[in-house]
Nanobody, 121 residues
Framework: QVQLVESGGGLVQAGGSLRLSCTASGRTFSTYTMGWFRQAPGKEREFVAAISWSGGNTYYADSVKGRFTISRDNANVAVYLQMNSLKPEDTAIYYC??????????????WGQGTQVTVSS
C-alpha cells in the first residue's frame, strides 16, 4: 500500500510564496512520475505540475508556468512544489499524486489527502 502525505499549505498574501512537500511510503517511489493537482471550490480537480522519475523532465500547467517549480528527492522519498508569486486564483486544495505521465496529465493510481492553500488579495 502506498501512502502520500502532503504538508506545507497555509494562508499567504498575494505575491507571497509557499513550499508544499509530499512524502511517500513504498519502495517504488523512484520509478514513478510524481505530480501535483489542485481543486478549487466548485471546480474540477486540475493538473498543476509533474516530474519524471529521474527528475529530468518536468511539466506544468500554463497557469503556473514561471511561478511554480516541482522537484523531487528520491533518496528521501519526497516531492516538492515551490510556489512563488501566488495569486488568489491559486487558492485550492493541493493533492500529491503518483502515476505515469500521459500528456497532458498524469494517470494517477495513488493520491494524498490534500493540503489547503489560501491566497488572500
Amino acid at each position: 500500500q502506498v501512502q502520500l502525505v502532503e504538508s506545507g499549505g497555509g494562508l499567504v498574501q498575494a505575491g507571497g510564496s509557499l513550499r508544499l512537500s509530499c512524502t511517500a511510503s513504498g519502495r517504488t517511489f523512484s520509478t514513478y512520475t510524481m505530480g501535483w493537482f489542485r481543486q478549487a471550490p466548485g471546480k474540477e480537480r486540475e493538473f498543476v505540475a509533474a516530474i519524471s522519475w529521474s527528475g529530468g523532465n518536468t511539466y506544468y500547467a500554463d497557469s503556473v508556468k514561471g511561478r511554480f517549480t516541482i522537484s523531487r528527492d528520491n533518496a528521501n522519498v519526497a516531492v516538492y512544489l515551490q510556489m512563488n508569486s501566488l495569486k488568489p486564483e491559486d487558492t485550492a486544495i493541493y493533492y500529491c499524486a503518483r502515476g505515469r505521465w500521459k500528456y497532458p496529465t498524469i494517470e494517477s493510481d495513488y493520491w494524498g489527502q490534500g493540503t489547503q492553500v489560501t491566497v488572500s488579495s
